[in-house]
């Protein structure tokens, strides 16, 4: 069997930092990616001249885009689902599966399919809006601290209200919406999963998110978890086994919980290239966006097993500063041994903007966290 990069003509919705990284790795295997956004000027636009205008939830823009293509595969969830849908019938091969994302795109259809299918999540209530809430929280079926998710349309922390007292009772969010009773967390991780069009499946090692206090955006990601091996290979079979029901072809990462009592709740999914699978590009694995495009195309996937340590810090917009970026401190990070910057190329920087990421490898977790605790204390994004 012979490999001919040219013959694969692949469309990605979406040009923002996921799309930058994996137009980077693709070109490793000389695989051209072409963009759908709305601006030349967004992160995938700076590594790709494959890159056309548009706006991904417009229905006669995704078809009139996706026809030029043979795969379609997004960078986000947010689409315009009914054209992928369309294409999909028409013969193009969308991953992921538009069946798949329609689920994916609504949290509560997510928590439902999670219950149906015997998967531990947290139990749950679908909400219409912020009065029926009031309603429960009078019969007593919605007791404080509680967490209300919005069903559709969050990311990178927005949709999510935590409401501890009455006094909080101002953050409740509008619109359909689901509702948890707070759990008691150890700490959240993430499991990914990927699995090619072959059906071959293999699962990335865990990893161990600590969120920033305010922005409800992950702050530090450590790897390895952390975890014991009982719970390491109980949150691995879980990702494993969503991945293989659903049949997905591409990434899908799995969200979970890790509660004191030693459960594993699963929290959410996201079909695509995922923040917590960033680290991959420079621990040694198979990056999370190789082993996509090649899941994608049909190709044998690479090894998910990193050969070092490796913390991931988010870079985000400092609360006090929008306008033009600019990054204090770079030199001084730039100049330790096992730290890997990643710019994505905004030009504009805006409180708890994600800007871009750093991943800091070493021997051992010890390792990094001291060299990872500097960084963070140094580089500040400003304006």
Same mark, same amino acid.
Not at 41 to 54: I, M, N, Y
Not at 266 to 287: C, K, Q, V, Y
Not at 367 to 375: D, G, I, L, S, T
């Given at each position: 069997?012979?490999?001919?990069?040219?013959?694969?003509?692949?469309?990605?919705?979406?040009?923002?930092?996921?799309? %930058?990284?994996?137009?980077?790795?693709?070109?490793?295997?000389?695989?051209?990616?072409?963009?759908?956004?709305?601006?030349?000027?967004?992160p995938?636009?700076?590594?790709?001249?494959l *890159?056309?205008?548009?706006?991904?939830?417009d229905y006669d823009?995704?078809?009139?885009?996706?026809?030029?293509y043979?795969?379609?595969t997004?960078?986000?969830?947010?689409?315009n689902?009914?054209?992928?849908?369309?294409?999909?019938?028409?013969? %193009?091969?969308?991953?992921?599966q538009?069946h798949?994302?329609?689920?994916?795109?609504?949290?509560?259809?997510? %928590?439902?399919? *999670?219950?149906?299918?015997?998967?531990p999540?947290?139990?749950?209530?679908?909400?219409?809006d912020a009065q029926?809430?009031?309603l429960?929280?009078?019969?007593?079926?919605?007791n404080?601290? *509680?967490?209300? %998710?919005?069903?559709?349309?969050g990311?990178?922390?927005?949709?999510?209200?935590?409401?501890?007292?009455?006094?909080?009772l101002?953050?409740?969010?509008?619109?359909?919406?689901?509702i948890?009773?707070?759990?008691?967390?150890?700490?959240?991780i993430?499991?990914?999963?990927?699995?090619?069009?072959q059906?071959?499946? !293999?699962?990335?090692?865990?990893?161990?998110?600590?969120?920033?206090?305010?922005?409800? /955006?992950?702050?530090?990601?450590?790897?390895?978890?952390?975890?014991?091996?009982e719970?390491?290979?109980?949150?691995?079979?879980?990702? *494993?086994?969503?991945?293989?029901? /659903?049949?997905?072809?591409?990434?899908?990462?799995?969200?979970m919980?890790?509660?004191?009592?030693?459960?594993?709740?699963?929290?959410?999914?996201?079909p695509?290239?995922?923040?917590?699978?960033?680290?991959? /590009?420079?621990?040694?694995?198979?990056?999370?966006?190789?082993?996509h495009?090649?899941?994608?195309?049909?190709?044998?996937?690479?090894?998910t097993?990193g050969?070092?340590?490796?913390?991931?810090?988010?870079?985000?917009?400092?609360?006090?500063?929008s306008?033009p970026?600019?990054?204090?401190?770079?030199?001084?990070?730039?100049?330790?041994?096992?730290?890997?910057?990643? /710019?994505y190329g !905004?030009?504009?920087?805006?409180?708890f903007? !994600?800007?871009?990421?750093?991943?800091?490898?070493g021997?051992?977790?010890?390792?990094c966290?001291?060299k990872?605790n500097?960084?963070?204390?140094?580089?500040k994004?400003?304006?």
């Amino acid at each position: 069997m012979s490999f001919k990069p040219s013959d694969l003509r692949i469309g990605v919705l979406g040009g923002g930092q996921l799309g %930058k990284m994996l137009a980077q790795e693709a070109s490793k295997l000389d695989i051209e990616l072409t963009f759908l956004d709305k601006s030349k000027d967004f992160p995938a636009g700076k590594v790709s001249p494959l *890159f056309v205008e548009g706006d991904f939830n417009d229905y006669d823009t995704v078809m009139r885009f996706g026809k030029n293509y043979d795969i379609i595969t997004i960078e986000l969830e947010h689409v315009n689902l009914q054209a992928l849908f369309d294409l999909e019938r028409s013969g %193009k091969k969308v991953f992921p599966q538009p069946h798949i994302l329609q689920m994916i795109q609504d949290k509560g259809l997510q %928590k439902q399919y *999670f219950l149906e299918h015997g998967y531990p999540t947290a139990p749950f209530l679908l909400i219409h809006d912020a009065q029926e809430i009031q309603l429960k929280m009078d019969e007593g079926s919605i007791n404080y601290p *509680f967490v209300q %998710k919005t069903r559709t349309g969050g990311y990178d922390g927005k949709g999510v209200s935590i409401i501890k007292n009455k006094s909080n009772l101002d953050l409740l969010l509008p619109g359909p919406s689901v509702i948890e009773q707070l759990a008691d967390i150890q700490t959240e991780i993430s499991i990914i999963a990927i699995r090619n069009s072959q059906g071959d499946c !293999k699962t990335y090692p865990g990893v161990s998110m600590d969120f920033h206090p305010t922005a409800n /955006l992950v702050e530090f990601l450590n790897c390895p978890a952390g975890l014991s091996a009982e719970l390491e290979s109980q949150a691995e079979s879980l990702a *494993f086994r969503l991945a293989n029901e /659903l049949g997905i072809v591409g990434l899908l990462a799995v969200e979970m919980f890790v509660n004191k009592d030693g459960t594993i709740w699963i929290n959410e999914m996201a079909p695509r290239p995922h923040n917590s699978g960033h680290h991959t /590009l420079d621990n040694g694995a198979t990056s999370q966006f190789a082993n996509h495009i090649r899941a994608i195309s049909g190709l044998p996937l690479g090894c998910t097993y990193g050969d070092r340590a490796a913390i991931m810090i988010n870079l985000i917009g400092e609360k006090d500063y929008s306008g033009p970026v600019r990054y204090q401190g770079m030199e001084s990070c730039l100049e330790l041994d096992g730290v890997h910057i990643h /710019l994505y190329g !905004k030009l504009e920087t805006k409180p708890f903007r !994600k800007m871009g990421h750093i991943t800091v490898t070493g021997i051992d977790l010890d390792e990094c966290r001291r060299k990872a605790n500097f960084v963070s204390n140094t580089i500040k994004v400003i304006s």
